[in-house]
């Protein structure tokens, strides 16, 4: 037996045949953070296999489930064959393409290993190849696609309106009606066939055709079975059997998850996938109302003694007329309609089994019944069945031919004190679900042979016939009575029908029932389908798992259907039926218009005839379409979607679904990407984006990969939240081994991100060490000028207290990549005590701007203003003069400096003089002189332990060193003289000295931010950030 035997069964097999499973898996572990994920490695799962020897199962037009033993790895044991098929591409360490597990695998197909059975092994019994099997039972163009559609496109509107529309709107302006709304389903057809085509619809099934699943289970050794010709004789007609019943109730095939919804969401994104998803999930219940209501219209005028209440009227234009004209009243469609939903809810509730047993009245009657009502045409000359018919007639033809639009009273009766008025614009709102019903065909999409070639010619087929169709009744109908007749007999079509009208009665009541029926199962799956993408939190409730009734579903849409009815008047509602279904096409118009606009290397469908212009003509055509039938209810319609989109961008769980749009931003933003060149950017369009060193020292949980404050800080450099932050972490190891390790800690430090709100991307890199890693970042990240040109890290505060003794090294090595690759640096110091947007700060933020940095230092001062914790903070600027006479030359140069630079600062200048004074002639003078002396003592301890360890002692310039400690301990004491009580001190960076060991700067640095509680250290590169200019 080969592999292909066993395959048949569908999904059946996945438990009998696992498949073996390897590598790492890890689930989320909720930390204190809640931005944390830890992840953490689960055992993987082995592969068993079960023995019956004592029972065969047979199973025809189902599952085909036998429990064996079996080959988990897909390996034939039996001959040399296959142990060559084994080793062939042993050296790629993949299977081979022509493989058939691999391109179902492709396809995300439930696969079963295949098996090999030996001598005396218990196997399922399975059919030849040649013989069709019923469980594959695929339908063709026909009876897949074009049937369908015709069914869900022949409605109410045509047998009980369309003649009506026919009277009032003339046989001209009928013929236009016709050709506008034609069009428009034509163009979307189009377009439905163009998404259709370009790939498979993922979809969770729920068949509601009747397969007989016939399971024999035979014990061995029964008698019966060991006759061949009989068995053979037997599967025969089980066979023959179930494809008659599948072909006659494929009609009622539904597919949660497909149609519309899928098609539009995955093209224009969950957002908008949800809100015309929700809307035409409403289209759907309102339209199980409409047919509803017609059914109960054409049993009421079919038989008048069933009503309850009557409303005769005797007025038609004015005149008295020979016979009274009864018209169901409002209130007998209400009580029968909501009796009608409440029967179909029971059976919808029934489940498919229910469904199945009453599928197959609701296609026949359609097709004879309009065979009827042809035949019934060119008999009416002979027969005569009313008054007022004329048979095909010039005369009739040249009288209906123009318009005659008037008021009506609600039963659509021509009454001069009539309170509805109808023009063209409302017929097209009356008219427009008699051309709906195009999604049949791809909802359909899995029963189908060639899916590529049937949904774009049975759809587009199907379209044109009934649109012929329309044209050719437009023309019979004006041609056939007087328009008396014609607005006066709205079942015109059941009046002329051969040989008598229940024929056309009986079609119309099972043709509106089925379509009820199939609206009240589509709706509530639908919405169940929106439920299970878990974009919407509210929606929970309407969530049901594979395989189960959307019973809270259900009910939800029949008591939508029974506030519809309530209403009472078909011709209300149809406006609203055709709103959201107009919404959906023009979902549909617009996802192709996207998609061929971008031209994305995916999009490659096989249906060839489109263009993007048809597309934008056919959504243009929906909206205008909406506007023509009311203005009013195209603004609710479309202020809804906005609200459903709205609610769903600021509520649902993100979700990518590789729609169009993230095309369009990928497109847009290569393009600004080019446009951008790389040029430096002029200082006017200059934006600080920080790369922020997460992790490059201090202590930390490991399941933490950011400092919390340092998002809080990122946020802060930039105006308006306007910018992005690029958070990178390293892992000291090697590449092969820590792969999956950075995977999950990028994820990690994704997920941090997205919790504190910043808009930044996370990058994990690995690397031997912290420094060669930093320097491989500083080099490459980024794009154009689109690089990162601030590295932002937190001071390490803690290495003498750790006594981490390769920081120094780490730290100075950045600082002077930095400096190397042009990038700016700022080093926090008090990132502990770093304010988040809730805190407000009081005080001042005082600049210590010492060397020329490009006006970085302001800048920074300018953006933190610009958050809500710091906007009450005064600005200081400090600068420093070499003499007293300076003082007040570059107080007044700062001052003009910024107000050319639109900056609001008070300038304080400092001269050196007074630092002197202050150490040689304080009163603290020994306070200062001890930190000095301290930090000479370590400095003589180290250069004593590197002499020892080395050999040889270190060359320092001890005057040098001493000149450094005393600056910066001068800039530290003037820093707690005057900005002791500021919210945040700017500072600027000194580079670090040249040919002295990276300890000595260490201690430089820790004498300059000594007792300064909250601390920027600033540096800026080589250009200016701000400009005077306009």
Known sequence: M?????????????????MKQSGRKYRPVVAHDPAVLEMSSIPPGSSSSNHQPSLKKITVGGSTQAKTNTNTDGVNDNGENGSEREHKLELFGFDSLVNILGLKSMTGEPVAAPSSPRDGEDVPISFDRDRPRPIDLKLGTMMGVFIPCLQNILGIIYYIRFSWIVGMAGIGESLVLVAFCGSCTFLTGISLSAIATNGAMKLNRIELNARVEIELTIIHGLAILDSD?????VIRMLELFNAMFALMNESLMLEVGGGPYYLIGRALGPEIGVSIGLCFFLGNAVAGALYILGAVETFLKAVPAAGIFKETITKVNGTDIPHPIQSPSSHDLQ??????????????????????????????????SLFCIFIGIFLTKKDHPAVGITGLSLESFKENWSSDYQFTNNGGIPDPEGKVYWNFNALVGLFFPAVTGIMAGSNRSASLKDTQ???????????????????????????????DLLLTDRLLTATIAWPFPAIVYVGIILSTLGAALQSMTGAPRLLAAIANDDILPILNYFKVADGHEPHIATLFTAFLCVGCVVIGNLDLITPIVTMFLL????GVNLSCFLLDLLDAPSWRPRWKIHHWSLSLLGALLCIVI??????????????????????????????????GFKSAYFQLALRSLRSLGANQVHPKNWYPIPLVFCRPWGKLPENVPCHPKLAD????MKKKGRGMSIFVSILDGDYHELAEDAKEACKQLSTYIDYKSCEGVAEIVVAPNMSEGFRGIVQTMGLGNLKPNIVVMRYPEIWRRENLKEIPATFVGIINDCVVANKAVVIVKGLDEWPNEYQMQYGTIDLYWIVRDGGLMLLLSQLLRTKKSFENCKIQVFCIAEEDSDAEELKADVKKFLYDLRMQAEVIVISMKSWDAQIEGGSQQDDWLEPITAAQQRIASYLAESAQADGKPIVV???????????????????????RMAAVVLVSLPPPPVNQPAYFYMEYMDLLVENVPRLLIVRGYRRDVVTLFT
């Open 2 to 18: 080969d592999d292909g035997d066993i395959e048949g069964g569908g999904g059946g097999l996945e438990d009998e045949f696992p």
């Open 229 to 233: 010709v009989f068995f053979c004789m």
């Open 335 to 368: 009580i029968y309609g909501i009796v009608v939903t409440i029967i179909l809810c029971f059976i919808v509730f029934g489940g498919v089994k229910m469904i199945n047993r009453v599928a197959p009245a609701f296609l026949i009657p359609v097709l004879f």
């Open 453 to 483: 070639r049937s949904i774009p010619i049975g759809t587009l087929a199907a379209t044109l016939t009934t649109t012929i169709l329309y044209f050719v009744s437009v023309l019979f109908f004006g041609a056939l009575a007087t328009r």
């Open 583 to 586: 919404l959906c096409y023009m």
């Open 626 to 659: 909406m506007l023509l039938i009311s203005w009013s209810f195209t603004v609710v319609s479309l202020a809804l979607a906005s609200l459903i989109y709205y609610y769903v961008s600021i509520k649902g769980k993100a979700g990518d679904w590789g729609d």
């Open 713 to 716: 800080f990122a946020n802060c």
């Open 957 to 979: 310039n001890e005057q040098q060193v001493e000149k450094f400690l005393y600056t910066t301990l001068k800039l530290n004491s003037t820093i707690l003289r005057y900005s």
